[in-house]
């Protein structure tokens, strides 16, 4: 059985491959005078295909572009593949002859045709379908603009700040869940299902992607039965959820329009209202036109914002530059939609991000549908056509030494590609990246809003460093009495860890509750407290040590504990609402608060009391050295903490130890009324630095795109001088150059990508910088002010966990 098996899939790969072969031939038949357009020879039936890398295959497509010319072809398994590598070529064939050059190439691994489905808008080929839905597409994009996006780009980067505050080394996902949430309030008015969103954008990348799904690369077998074809089953699976999900979501914007006086602007909602203007087939065909927008903002956006990163940590030459426009603009807010002409210098970041990583480097092929002669070359009928962006991008007589990154070349009149005036350009609408012609992505301006805001935002709070690169700050030497001093706080957290897990849970819970009361007292007993604190706490660390003895070492609460605790706090200055279990938080919005309560590390007394204060565990004293410190905690603090926590207590470690600081603000608490906050100097260049602990080795549950090697983030409110304009930072060098040629760019850091058709750069080590303290603090009160008031919903998980491939082609699970 298995012997005749092998023969029929043989059979059937031979037969396709000739008719290939001759109907390939029968195209290179031409009038005389006409050329076949150069490239490389191949073997017969399967072309070129041993030819290409597993990885950054654009690479070899770039190669061979340098090698026959600015326009070639190449035969991949019998499909003819013509590359074009030059903007001008692209917009005479993509753009002038458009009514030949509009269709889309078949997708084989798709479960439905892709070009007259209905259900892929990007995808489909040029038809009746596929314009009213062009149509819909305009309509929609042209009335959200219009309304700066309905302020969903600002909303959610707030909630991306904080996420990279609480967990800095999981800033690939903070970012692609800051726009799979912007995009799904766009779509649906709510950004529930913003995770599944992202799964379903994930899944769908595989089953387009040349390298993904299987039946892209051996189309035969998608006509083979399911119960053979494990591909093809995977694919069913897929497309069924799909389908699911965006009839739910339509489904449920059509209960919130019947529920709410006031629904959401969203897509759906314009569809929903206007269904008979659209003409559509059906209401399902409106559920994947608006789903399929969806999907796309997902996939495309995050990319550029992860490159943005790279290039911030590899030419850290030019983030002055970028810093002083912020501050000039921006100053104590974040930026939005509006501030887009007074950036030009954020702009220039983004446009060159963009020509510099673009995130679809093979570009979206389209497909001839007539025979055409170009420049005295003859292109086939049914060839398959990309505008390589990776080549387009890189043309040196547009873009001087185009390998670097240089985002004065949108803002120095020397450069060819310098535009004015500077309040419109540069700007990424318009660019090549978003293709051609009748097939030009009509989300440009959703896209330059998410990145623009997005980005704008972190580099508004935070620097970015590499993490080989010099400290900013630099420390003394370590002293004998130094290392003793270290090694005794080692030995005083080991012992309060193994104290802490002997004891019963409930007791803590007790005691930690009775502190918390004691916290929560009336405006004029925390004005006392406030008055008090920091003598008391400047005290208790000048004071001699004395063994604790019998007392009780420190106790952490339950996570949900924690959360009800800190809510209720924080409500009585905010909303005075009370604890509510459904309005618990998501474990990213508070990942934080797991161990946040604890009981109090070295005394049973409130920190307000004067009482003596021992400060040894062991009961063996500190050396003279550790009292004459600021704070005796800000050494395991800068070794063991990661983010200041609510009511100032700081994580120490995962068993649960809580270690005091000196009192920050709270977030979320009002200015007026703060029980726990000493006053504190706007002009205090208090340092304090965060950093996340190595993650365990990445297994097949636990990715690389969940755990990369290593991240610090660092608070210590940098001041930026005034950087020196572009005639100065022209003749800079960047810390990590350029790579040139094909052997090394193997070795270039900033070219690990995922192995799909969207270039997502991987996880890398980077540091972030808080470079101002008292922005940190205004985003924490924000969030958590809008958090109160229920404007950041919770995940909602509409689907099965059907997430095979991820690991094998470089994308993290969605959920942990």
């Not at 009495?481 to 802490?500: D, G, T």
Request: proline content about 8%; aromatic content about 8%.
């Amino acid at each position: 059985m298995a012997l005749l098996t092998l023969v029929v899939l043989t059979t059937i790969v031979v037969t396709v491959s000739v008719v290939k072969y001759l109907e390939n031939a029968a195209r290179n038949r031409f009038a005389k005078g006409v050329r076949s357009l150069p490239g490389p020879q191949g073997l017969p039936f399967i072309g070129s295909v041993l030819e290409l890398p597993q990885k950054n295959s654009w690479m070899k497509f770039h190669e061979w572009g340098e090698q026959y010319g600015p326009i070639y072809q190449v035969n991949l398994a019998g499909v003819n593949h013509v590359w074009i590598t030059r903007d001008n070529i692209a917009r005479d064939l993509l753009t002038k002859r458009g009514a030949i050059y509009s269709n889309r190439p078949h997708i084989p691994a798709l479960e439905r045709d892709n070009r007259t489905s209905g259900q892929y808008l990007p995808l489909m080929s040029k038809n009746e379908t596929w314009t009213r839905q062009r149509r819909f597409a305009k309509q929609i994009m042209d009335t959200s603009e219009k309304q700066s996006f309905y302020g969903y780009p600002e909303l959610e980067s707030l909630r991306l700040m904080v996420e990279l505050m609480v967990d800095p080394f999981r800033y690939n996902v903070a970012m692609e869940s800051y726009i799979s949430r912007v995009t799904s309030r766009l779509a649906w008015g709510t950004s529930a299902p913003s995770d599944e969103l992202k799964q379903r954008a994930r899944e769908l990348l595989i089953g387009v992607s040349p390298s993904g799904a299987l039946g892209n690369k051996f189309p035969f077998i998608m006509s083979l039965p399911e119960r053979l074809i494990p591909a093809k089953a995977w694919e069913s699976r897929r497309a069924r959820t799909e389908r699911k999900f965006f009839q739910t979501m339509q489904q449920q914007v059509k209960s919130d329009m019947s529920d709410s006086d006031t629904p959401k602007p969203s897509w759906m909602r314009a569809f929903l209202e206007n269904k008979l203007k659209w003409g559509f087939a059906s209401d399902l065909e409106g559920a994947f036109a608006v789903g399929m927008h969806g999907i796309a903002g997902a996939l495309t956006i995050a990319a550029p914002m992860q490159s943005f990163c790279l290039a911030m940590c590899h030419y850290p030459q030019y983030q002055d530059l970028l810093y002083e426009e912020i501050d000039e603009v921006l100053g104590d807010r974040m930026p939005t939609f509006a501030d887009m002409p007074d950036m030009p210098v954020l702009r220039a970041f983004i446009r060159e991000t963009l020509r510099w990583r673009p995130p679809v480097p093979t570009g979206i092929p389209h497909e001839s549908s007539e025979d055409d002669v170009y420049e005295g070359y003859h292109i086939p009928a049914g060839s398959v056509i990309h505008p390589l962006e990776w080549s387009i991008s890189r043309d040196p007589d547009v873009f001087p030494e185009p390998d670097e990154w240089n985002p004065l070349r949108w803002l120095d009149q020397e450069f060819p590609t310098f535009q004015e005036p500077l309040t419109k350009f540069p700007t990424i609408t318009q660019y090549s990246q978003f293709g051609y012609g009748r097939r030009t992505c009509q989300g440009m301006g959703v896209t330059e809003a998410d990145l623009f805001v997005g980005l704008g935002s972190v580099a508004w709070l935070f620097s970015m460093q590499a993490n080989d690169s010099p400290e900013p700050v630099n420390k003394p030497a370590t002293s004998d009495a130094e290392a003793e001093a270290e090694s005794w706080l080692q030995e005083q957290v080991k012992y309060a860890n193994q104290r802490a897990e002997d004891e019963a849970l409930s007791e803590a819970e007790a005691d930690a509750q009775i502190w918390l009361q004691e916290q929560m007292k009336t405006t004029n007993e925390r004005a006392d407290f406030e008055e008090t604190a920091p003598r008391a706490l400047q005290e208790r660390r000048a004071q001699a040590s004395e063994p604790l003895g019998d007392s009780q070492p420190p106790r952490c609460l339950s996570s949900e504990d924690a959360e009800r605790g800190f809510f209720e706090h924080n409500a009585k200055r905010i909303k005075r609402e009370s604890w509510d279990s459904k309005r618990r938080s998501t474990s990213q919005d508070f990942s934080t608060l797991q161990h946040a309560i604890a009981a109090k590390l070295a005394n049973q007394n409130d920190l307000a009391d004067q009482s003596s204060r021992p400060s040894s565990l062991t009961g063996t004293p500190p050396p003279p050295q550790l009292t004459a410190r600021i704070s005796e905690y800000d050494r395991v603090e800068q070794a063991v903490t990661k983010i200041p926590l609510p009511f100032s207590w700081h994580h120490a470690n995962d068993s649960g130890i809580c270690l005091p600081e000196t009192p920050l603000s709270t977030p979320g608490e009002s200015e007026s009324v703060s029980a726990l906050t000493p006053p504190t100097s706007p002009s205090s260049t208090r340092s304090v630095r965060w950093s996340c602990p190595p993650p365990a080795e990445a297994t097949p549950e636990t990715t690389p795109d969940s755990a990369p090697k290593t991240c610090t983030t660092t608070n210590s409110s940098l001041q930026h001088p005034p950087s020196a304009r572009s005639t100065k930072l022209r003749g800079t060098r960047p810390s990590t150059a350029p790579i040139h040629g094909k052997v090394a760019m193997e070795n270039d850091p900033t070219m690990d990508f995922s192995t799909l058709l969207i270039a997502k750069p991987m996880p890398f080590s980077f540091q972030l910088r808080i470079r101002d303290e008292s922005r940190a603090e205004k985003v924490q009160k924000r969030w958590l002010e809008l958090k109160l008031q229920g404007k950041f919903e919770e995940a909602k998980v509409y689907w099965g966990k059907t997430t095979a491939g991820d690991a094998e082609v470089g994308w993290g699970k969605t959920f942990s």
